[in-house]
């Protein structure tokens, strides 16, 4: 009996959610969803209703005025949720980790790049004349020394980008 009631529910059921989806600013669909879970409910717990059109049309209504009331108390959130925007405390953790990673690197390599680099990095914004003071060479071979460095620091950091990529 009530394979036999759903299927001769279905046609009333689709003409009354698709008349009471527009004036609560649902889908047809939706409310179609809701007044079978509540029939099923109702199935499980007790035994059809005794006028199941009537209950079927009752249920659309009060499903129509319950999604009315939720829609108005709902309301819009002014940024979106997952904004990018503000830098959260997993990009802080996770921006540190590579910056660290990175010095790691340059610490590794060999001869004067280690100094190199790190003045290169260094917050104080050094100047090319700066650097070259510091280090003791000339200006003028700081451009391929640090292209050398970069070069090697690219070939040192190869192994650990491919192996986080792999398992990323």
Do not use: N
Request: with cysteine; proline share 8%.
């Amino acid at each position: 009996m009530t394979h036999d009631l759903l299927t001769a529910l279905r046609p009333l059921l689709a003409a009354e959610a698709r008349a009471e989806a527009h004036a609560c600013g649902t889908e047809p669909g939706d409310l179609e969803q809701a007044v079978w879970l509540r029939l099923l409910e109702l199935l499980r717990a007790d035994s059809p209703p005794h006028d199941p059109q009537g209950w079927l049309r009752k249920a659309v209504r009060s499903e129509a005025r319950r999604t009315r009331r939720t829609a108005g108390l709902e309301r819009p959130y002014a940024l979106e949720p997952a904004d990018d925007h503000e830098r959260g405390p997993e990009h802080l953790v996770l921006t540190a980790a590579r910056h660290r990673a990175l010095r790691d690197a340059v610490r590794r390599l060999p001869g004067r790049c280690p100094r190199l680099l790190e003045a290169l990095l260094s917050p104080r914004d050094l100047t090319y004349r700066e650097i070259a003071g510091e280090l003791g060479i000339s200006q003028g071979s700081l451009g391929p020394e640090r292209s050398r460095c970069l070069s090697c620091l690219r070939r040192l950091l190869a192994p650990e980008v491919a192996a986080l990529e792999a398992r990323g």
